[in-house]
T-cell receptor, first 116, second 118 residues
Framework: AQKITQTQPGMFVQEKEAVTLDCTYD???????LFWYKQPSSGEMIFLIY??????QNATEGRYSLNFQKARKSANLVISASQLGDSAMYFC?????????????FGAGTRLAVHP | KAGVTQTPRYLIKTRGQQVTLSCSPI?????VSWYQQTPGQGLQFLFE???????NKGNFPGRFSGRQFSNSRSEMNVSTLELGDSALYLC?????????????????FGPGTRLLVL
């Protein structure tokens, strides 16, 4: 069964430093997509970055990059140059390609706190 | 382009009542998905609608239902509310039906409706 695991309930980082949030996944479908979302205290889920299972290169979006290791089934989010506004919950999610349509499976999330 | 809107933003109900939540997707998006977020269970998929048809359904009891209108707006209904239904209900829209192949169509979420059942 498809599953997303985020093993870090909470993380702390100093402002301007880089931080890596871990995500491992489990699926038997060779076609899938991996997403990272940010959820501030307001509740809205903000899309950050996407990685497709067939993408040859790791995805990058501004200060966000995804360290995709397919053989290990991991898709870690790297935030460079952390900012105070990065403090939020971060969720890793997966969508299976074959018939998964738009059903996302989410991990439990990691709460990131950025300190000045 | 306006984002996903959800109404109401906050709601207080009592056990046994029913509730209807509304979601207006981004203009041009035809897929609407609903999720429930609770501290205990995290984010769970409820169902997805595309072109007025429910295309996928999560593992929730029949008290949870939804529909989609011809303008892609969607509503979800919860009947006979229970205390455990207290949650943040998130709606997400996507421009594409999410075809097989792991394509990069992204779901864009609304601000959510916070439901408290007393």
């Amino acid at each position: 069964a498809q599953k997303i695991t985020q093993t870090q309930p909470g993380m702390f980082v100093q402002e301007k430093e880089a931080v890596t949030l871990d995500c491992t996944y489990d699926t038997s479908d060779p076609s899938y997509g991996l997403f990272w979302y940010k959820q501030p205290s307001s509740g809205e889920m903000i899309f950050l970055i996407y990685q497709g299972s067939y993408d040859q290169q790791n995805a990058t979006e501004g200060r966000y990059s995804l360290n995709f290791q397919k053989a290990r089934k991991s898709a870690n989010l790297v935030i460079s140059a952390s900012q105070l506004g990065d403090s939020a919950m971060y969720f890793c999610a997966m969508r299976e390609g074959s018939g998964g349509y738009n059903k996302l499976i989410f991990g439990a999330g990691t709460r990131l706190a950025v300190h000045p | 382009k306006a984002g996903v809107t959800q109404t109401p933003r906050y709601l207080i109900k009592t056990r046994g009542q029913q509730v209807t939540l509304s979601c207006s997707p981004i203009s041009g998006h035809r897929s609407v998905s609903w999720y429930q977020q609770t501290p205990g269970q995290g984010l769970q998929f409820l169902f997805e609608y595309f072109s007025e048809t429910q295309r996928n359904k999560g593992n929730f009891p029949g008290r949870f239902s939804g529909r989609q209108f011809s303008n892609s707006r969607s509503e979800m209904n919860v009947s006979t509310l229970e205390l455990g239904d207290s949650a943040l209900y998130l709606c997400a829209s996507s421009p594409d039906p999410g075809l097989a192949g792991g394509r990069r169509e992204t779901q864009y979420f609304g601000p959510g409706t916070r439901l408290l059942v007393l």
